[in-house]
């Protein structure tokens, strides 16, 4: 008589790192029971599912907190997430040659870098971002952001003012293929690039064909909403509100809620409703009077710009200041269907 006896992962509850490393390398639902501090990578190589409870930190010192590299479905939900380290990335991405399925819900990113990196190149994979907060917490270009020993930042912290100035990204995407985001009922917040596409010309392969970015009911808050180097990507954000902080100090600077940069090519933007406003200021919260701020730039080709009953303000009487709702410096087409648009260049 032979025996079969299956075995089902079910990593339970934990309260320590070494449990958390043992609970991550058998994978199964791992729900903690306290803080974790890790000065090492944490690894997930198999289905996992981390559940914080609503109540507990993981803190990690080295350069990535948690690292992922597996095609099996990946969960975290009621936790909260410090890159603590200078350099800090909360949830960090291999995705190539891999199909990840990855989904983030009611989670709190605290970065002193960036939130989510993926690093290597996707075709076919998915990332959900729902009822969560990504926000930068670190000093930079003169805004200082105080934070508690979990990283949340004090309740007058001003967002709509603070821009990181150290390349921080909400969401960095690297090489995607086929790629679809979804953003829902969430805030990020700080970063110089909330969402960024790239590379550049000229550094890696920038065909993102089948990539979609679709965010609804939700805040962007940071340089710009997303920053775009690439070709054949969608974007389509609908009943969301961005705001668009530009406090470069060098002798003059543009920039956007919304970039498609110059290496951008034959991408879309539909907006269908929300709120959208632009700033200026330098780190003193002063005008700044060589910047200018835009609603959206294009500074690539055959871009698509479709906007759909939206609101928009941006700066007036900040002396050379001359930020309005475009500033088009590429090819394609730009479609305002209703809404109020309060600028200086109407």
Not at 266 to 278: D, E, Q
């Amino acid at each position: 008589m032979t025996l079969l006896c299956t075995v089902m992962a079910f990593a339970g509850n934990v309260g320590t790192l070494q449990e958390l490393k043992d609970a991550l390398a058998a994978g199964g639902n791992i729900t903690l029971t306290a803080n974790i501090t890790s000065a090492e990578q944490l690894n997930i190589t198999k289905a996992t599912t981390i559940d914080g409870q609503g109540l507990y930190t993981l803190i990690g010192t080295a350069q990535e907190v948690i690292y992922v590299r597996t095609s099996s479905p990946v969960v975290f939900k009621n936790l909260t997430l410090f890159a603590k380290n200078d350099n800090g990335r909360g949830i960090a991405i291999e995705d190539e040659d891999l199909k990840t399925n990855i989904t983030i819900d009611n989670v709190v990113i605290n970065t002193k870098r960036r939130a989510v990196t993926y690093y290597a190149g996707s075709n076919g994979s998915s990332l959900t971002v729902k009822n969560s907060t990504f926000q930068y917490v670190r000093t930079g270009s003169g805004v200082t952001v105080s934070i508690d020993e979990f990283g949340n930042p004090s309740s007058d912290a001003d967002y709509n003012t603070i821009v990181a100035g150290c390349d921080a990204r909400g969401i960095g995407l690297w090489e995607m293929k086929n790629f679809t985001l979804t953003i829902d009922n969430s805030t990020l917040q700080g970063f110089d690039y909330v969402i960024n596409c790239g590379p550049g010309a000229g550094n890696g392969d920038n065909n993102y064909e089948g990539t979609k970015v679709i965010a609804k009911n939700s805040v962007f808050k940071g340089r710009c909403a997303y920053n775009v180097h690439v070709q054949n990507a969608e974007f389509e954000f609908t009943d969301c509100t961005v705001v668009g902080v530009n406090r470069f100090l060098g002798p003059s600077e543009s920039f956007a809620c919304f970039v498609f940069d110059n290496s951008s090519n034959n991408c879309k933007l539909t907006i269908n409703g929300g709120s959208f406003a632009s700033a200026v200021f330098p780190g003193n919260a002063t005008v700044n009077e060589k910047a200018r701020e835009f609603f959206v730039t294009s500074r690539g080709s055959n871009n698509t710009i479709v906007v759909n009953n939206a609101q928009y303000s941006c700066p007036k009487n900040y002396g050379n200041n001359k930020g309005g709702l475009i500033e088009y410096m590429g090819t394609g087409h730009v479609l305002f269907r209703g809404g109020i648009y309060d600028c200086t260049q109407l």
